[in-house]
């Protein structure tokens, strides 16, 4: 085709001479261009958006702050939360630009680091993204539960959790096998929905509010290791660890941002766009997320009477205070974008896998994983696979103990500090690397290398932090699991890794690819 810089593809406002800019970058960094650019600026934000979902996390994990320090946990814990988050969303954004691929994490901590340290953070974050999945979609499942699970007879125990975890994930999967023309749709439809939806729910709680005082939005209360709220936090530890441990919440949220990034060689004007994702998709769903939460603290007919309900306090609030037809309508919308989340997450997982594995990451099954689909344009084989992980996690953890405690509650809650230290890893690194030989330009979304540097200093920072709050009780176990992970990786990588793993293209490699790029985009049928 000819560069005319006026023809248009499927995507509005793409000219040629934007598709020929984004397949230079990838081919820059040694990848054929097989995935195929069919997300907007819109589908990209609304992939985080959709993973982020304030309506699942936000509401599943609710007693978290109700239990803990009480209102003030939502009116100010849910905004600093959020600038925790937003301060990681910072730092991806300014590499993002820089190296738009799928998997980047992985990718840019090869680049800005080594090898180790790019198999680490690949690492970290398949892991997390695994455990991610399901708990969003067991989420899901005691969503359903609290809401229909008396009208529909179902029953809280091991086999009907696996069931509907295998069912819902296995509808999101042949939805994400389909092609991302498909997903891209339902994720920008989510988009909308979580908004209409959080909006209502909004609306709906302060007209079903007795008496509105504000002032529970900034009042502080120990909740913690008190009836019914022992089954959220059973220690009593005092106001201000109680009020740490509320930050979870919003961080456990606003997180899985890192989906712009996954889905860059199938999104338009990556350099631009997918930094962009990262950043408005936190800045949105913090917003929309407080007001909503807000608006539910005030709705609440008694704050003690809620710590007591422990993780059930979302379904007994609406139950005293929500006109019955209101709230069969508003389960509904939430379970639906429940569902769309999980369907996001999906995709992000799957680009993870794919991504990773076209670097042979993943040993004797990388060349399955990396394999995309000529007809679909998608790594169906990382689909699946992404899938059935999270399924078999749900399923194996869910039937064995440790002291007494679920493995998968225990596993659960390393969630977040695997995903936080896969976004700290090349964090960190370009903290170094930044304007020296490992990064020596910037994408065209540009920060600055100061400010970069600062808040690569506090993702630094706020990384310990949520170390030391996710370790603590109940979730104890977690330090013990984090170490132990990364002994075994460390382990792992000298054993055998250290050897085996090449990590991403680098210098002459690229250039000797270019023949291979050729063949493999011509075999999906991309047009040079």
């Known amino acids: 085709m000819a560069s005319t810089g006026r023809k248009r593809t499927a995507a509005a406002e ?11 970058t990838l081919h820059g960094m040694g990848y054929a261009q097989e995935l195929e650019r069919r997300m907007s600026k819109f589908s990209n934000f609304a992939i985080s958006f ?12 609710l007693g978290q702050a109700t239990s803990g320090a009480g209102g003030a946990a939502i009116g100010i814990g849910w905004p600093i939360g959020v600038l925790i988050s937003g301060v990681f969303a910072l730092g991806l954004a300014q590499i993002s630009s820089a190296y738009p691929t799928a998997g980047g994490l992985y990718h840019w901590g090869s680049i800005l680091g080594n090898r180790f340290t790019g198999w680490l953070s690949a690492w970290l974050n398949l892991l997390g993204l695994v455990t991610v999945l399901g708990a969003i979609n067991i989420g899901t499942f005691y969503f359903v539960f609290g809401a229909f699970g008396e009208r529909l007879g179902l029953e809280d125990n091991l086999t ?7 069912l819902i994930t296995g509808a999101q999967a042949l939805i994400n096998h389909f092609g991302i023309g498909l997903t891209a749709k339902l994720t920008d439809l989510s988009g909308y929905l979580i908004f209409a939806t959080a909006i209502a729910l909004t609306i709906a709680c302060l007209v079903a509010a007795k008496d509105i005082d504000v002032s529970r939005l900034w009042t502080f209360h120990d909740y913690t290791g008190g009836e019914g709220s022992d089954a959220v936090w059973p220690k009593t530890v005092g106001i201000g660890m109680a009020f740490l441990l509320g930050l979870l919440l919003p961080v456990y949220t606003i997180t899985g941002y890192d989906a712009s990034a996954h889905t860059s060689e199938e999104t338009v004007k990556a350099a631009r766009n997918v930094p962009s994702g990262m950043v408005s998709s936190v800045l949105w769903s913090g917003l929309a997320g407080w007001v909503m939460l807000s608006a539910f603290v005030l709705m609440i007919p008694n704050m003690d009477q809620a710590a007591q309900q422990g993780w059930n306090v979302f379904f007994w609030a609406m139950d005293e205070r929500m006109n019955h037809a209101v709230r069969d309508i508003l389960y509904v919308l939430i379970f639906v974008c429940q569902f769309l989340c999980g369907l996001a997450t999906v995709t992000s997982v799957s680009r993870m ?13 990388s060349k399955a994983l990396a394999r995309v689909s000529p007809k679909r344009r998608v790594p169906i084989g990382s689909i699946w696979v992404a899938g059935t992980l999270a399924t078999l996690f749900v399923w194996f953890t869910s039937s064995i103990t440790i002291a007494g405690t679920p493995a998968y509650s225990i596993v659960v809650s390393c969630t977040v500090i695997f995903l936080f230290l896969s976004f700290t890893v090349p964090i960190a690194l370009g903290l170094v690397a930044i304007g020296g030989p490992k990064w020596p330009h910037m994408g065209p979304w540009n920060m600055g290398i100061l400010q970069f540097k600062v808040i690569a200093v506090l993702s630094i920072v706020a990384m ?10 109940p979730n104890d176990y977690a330090l013990e699991i984090t170490i132990g992970f990364i002994v075994l990786a460390l382990v792992i990588w000298f054993a055998v890794e250290r050897r085996r793993f090449q990590g991403p293209p680098t210098g002459d490699i690229i250039a000797a690819r270019e023949s291979a790029i050729r063949a493999a985009e011509e075999a999906v049928g991309e047009k040079s």
């Not at 793409?14 to 397949?23: F, M």
């Open 14 to 24: 793409y000219t040629e001479d934007d598709r020929h800019e984004d397949s230079k």
């Open 50 to 61: 959709s993973i982020i979902c304030i309506l699942s996390g936000g509401i599943n994990s």
């Open 160 to 166: 009907t959790r696996v069931v509907f975890m295998a």
């Open 353 to 365: 896998l794919f991504a990773f594995s076209r670097d042979g990451g993943i040993p004797g099954v």
């Open 464 to 473: 310990a932090l949520l170390i030391f709050i996710g370790v603590q009780p």
